[in-house]
């Protein structure tokens, strides 16, 4: 008679621990949060911080008179390499050639500060020069707003990506496909200069076109400027071997001084071939025009003289008639936010680990995305176009015997100098020169080696490889990276959403074992499959499913499963799982699944599903007491 109101007494007194025990759970998560943040605030503030966020406080205390020595003669070295570079790269670019002079010294001054590898330099690059003209153009001819402020945003997102700690990413981005695609920059950015050693103009800079039409009008060679870069070409193949030559001196042999001194005058003229090149080519320029023979070659022209004004980007362009606003400049330069800053990461990490392993250092991929960000962004105000890591350069600084990232500032204040003085010099250098310089400074990018590796070794690993390489030479290098990323994510995600399951057929029971986990990709695949199996030949068998390999559920895994022991249900047949781990026991457990069976070996499951079949009923889990599952207890 008055058990109901004894029941009503305890449901709310069951009801007031509840909301007390719900208020306990809240006040400790709001202490849990206010340690967290505290403990988050620290660590921010502290020195080690301090110490990541700005590398350059680890060595300048340690800077001493041998470290200068060797950095001075390192910036000069790569400052003497990145003038004609930057000269050739910007008219890659599409841009005037002291654009490329614009670009090369601030990332030169910001990484000495934030980057955390010594050997590598930042600047103009070939692939980044090529990324610029595909999707920074200016309908304006020579116009650099576009460029500048692809320049500003890429910087914004690799900064916002590094303070997030997204150098992660890169990981996400296989070796295959990286050298598929600075292949197949490689072989385009090559042929795209043929133009300049023959001397023809309006060539397409799209491959497919640009083959086509170079062939078309391989009549109209100027035989002046395919005479010059014929010659730097070779000239320049042979000044670089100078930087290699083996002296195969006898060990313990004495050195002559004259020997020494000999021997570093080739290796600074081997290691400075490209400016030899482009000073030799605008000498004999200079010598022609002085005997009033002008006209036979084509030349660089005038360049703006003097140093780049330091100014916010502008943010519209107008060219007398028509102005294009924000709107225009960001739909037009579209997908090259995501692209540039992503390559420029790629490039940089790629080449930054190359030299640290080599060197025997680490390098931090989230810091160098901050540098190379800071560099775009500060750059944009003098003028920059997109800048990250130059393989080339990176190695001649580091043959040069580099010793910290301050080598930066004496390569930036010889292009300052460069600006100041010698841009009236620049007129006379010929496009032929420098379509070689480029020619000889990314051929070497092409590896066409790496695909009988990876026969060898994995051919699947071919796919992603072949993929890039052809989409990017077909419809576009911008496109063929994201075509070969995606290709590559497709084969590693597969094993995951079609893991294989290794089965057993006993009388009445099917054993089956997935392998790959069972997370959501997978779920409704490992269901359907165990159906089918478990139905095969028109007589439903039980289940038993082996989780020794699941280390974790996921809620679509906890969906599939229901579905899955409904399903065997409705047919008079169970599903038993076994050799289940304690935390895939607990979420099981929390998700109350219906007709859930757990056993701790394949033999107890099979003689639970043998005695129901006899007859007998089967244990189910809410007859066993949490005592006897630790796990849930």
């Not at 809240?26 to 403990?39: E, G, H, I, S, T």
């Not at 901050?370 to 920059?384: D, E, L």
């Not at 079949?613 to 089967?618: I, K, N, P, R």
Request: glycine residues 8%; charged residues 15%; aromatic residues 8%.
């Amino acid at each position: 008679m008055h058990q109901p109101l004894l029941d009503d007494a305890k449901e709310d007194t069951d009801n007031a621990e509840y909301a007390g025990f719900k208020e306990d759970a809240a006040d400790m998560k709001n202490v849990q949060l206010k340690d967290q943040c505290r403990q988050c605030g620290n660590k921010l503030c502290s020195i080690s911080t301090l110490r990541k966020k700005l590398p350059c406080i680890k060595w300048i205390p340690k800077y001493g008179l041998r470290e200068l020595q060797c950095d001075a003669i390192a910036g000069f070295t790569v400052g003497l390499t990145v003038i004609p570079q930057g000269l050739a790269y910007s008219k890659l670019a599409g841009l005037p050639p002291q654009y490329g002079l614009y670009s090369a010294f601030m990332g030169s001054f910001i990484y000495c500060f934030l980057g955390t590898s010594k050997d590598i330099t930042l600047g103009p690059t070939a692939i980044m020069s090529l990324m610029t003209a595909t999707f920074a153009t200016s309908p304006i001819p020579q116009d650099p707003t576009y460029a500048i402020i692809l320049s500003l945003v890429c910087g914004v997102v690799q900064l916002v990506m590094g303070t997030l700690n997204l150098g992660i990413l890169v990981n996400f981005i296989s070796y295959p496909v990286i050298n598929a695609f600075t292949s197949a920059a490689a072989v385009t950015i090559s042929f795209g200069q043929v133009k300049n050693i023959l001397g023809l103009k309006n060539i397409p800079r799209e491959f497919g076109p640009m083959v086509y039409e170079t062939f078309a009008h391989i009549g109209e060679t100027r035989i002046w400027d395919t005479i010059m870069g014929l010659c730097s070409l070779v000239i320049l193949f042979l000044l670089k071997k100078l930087r290699t030559i083996d002296w195969k001196d006898e060990p313990g042999a004495e050195i002559k001084l004259s020997q020494k001194i000999a021997r570093k005058v080739l290796w600074l003229i081997g290691t400075g071939a490209n400016a030899v090149i482009v000073i030799a080519a605008a000498g004999i320029v200079a010598v022609l025009h002085s005997q009033n023979i002008t006209g036979h070659l084509s030349l660089t022209g005038h360049l703006k003289e003097g140093l780049p004004p330091f100014k916010v980007p502008s943010f519209s362009v107008t060219n007398g008639t028509e102005t294009y606003t924000a709107g225009d400049i960001f739909s037009g330069i579209g997908m090259g936010f995501f692209i540039v800053p992503v390559l420029g990461l790629v490039e940089t990490i790629a080449i930054g680990k190359a030299f640290a392993r080599r060197n025997n250092y680490v390098i931090d991929a989230s810091q160098e995305l901050i540098a190379i960000g800071a560099a775009n962004i500060i750059g944009s105000f003098v003028s920059s176009y997109p800048v990250t890591g130059s393989f080339s350069r990176t190695a001649v600084n580091a043959q040069s015997g580099v010793r910290t990232p301050a080598n930066g500032i004496f390569t930036g204040a010889i292009i300052l100098l460069a600006l100041a003085v010698l841009t009236p010099l620049f007129y006379y250098i010929p496009n032929a020169a420098l379509g070689a310089v480029i020619i000889s400074a990314v051929v070497q990018m092409v590896d066409f080696a790496i695909v009988k590796s990876l026969w060898k070794t994995n051919k699947m690993d071919l796919v992603p490889h072949l993929f890039t390489f052809v989409t990017s030479l077909a419809i576009g290098i911008e496109y063929g990276i994201l075509i070969g990323i995606g290709v590559s994510l497709l084969i590693l995600l597969y094993p995951v959403a079609r893991p294989p399951l290794k089965t057993l057929v006993r009388p009445g029971i099917l054993l089956v074992q997935p392998h790959q986990g069972m997370l959501f990709p997978a779920a409704e695949y490992i269901s359907e499959s165990i159906v089918h199996k478990a139905t095969k030949g028109g007589r439903p068998r039980s289940v038993v499913l082996d989780f020794q390999h699941i280390v974790k559920i996921d809620y679509s895994a906890v969906q599939s499963l229901k579905q899955l022991f409904a399903e065997m249900k409705r047919k008079g047949q169970c599903v038993v799982l076994v050799h289940v781990q304690p935390q895939v026991m607990f979420d099981l457990h929390q998700a109350e699944i219906p007709f859930l069976i757990i056993r701790s070996t394949v033999d107890e499951a099979c003689e639970d599903i043998l005695a129901q079949a006899d007859g007998h009923e089967m244990i189910l889990p809410q007859d066993i007491s949490d005592e006897e599952h630790p796990a849930l207890a």
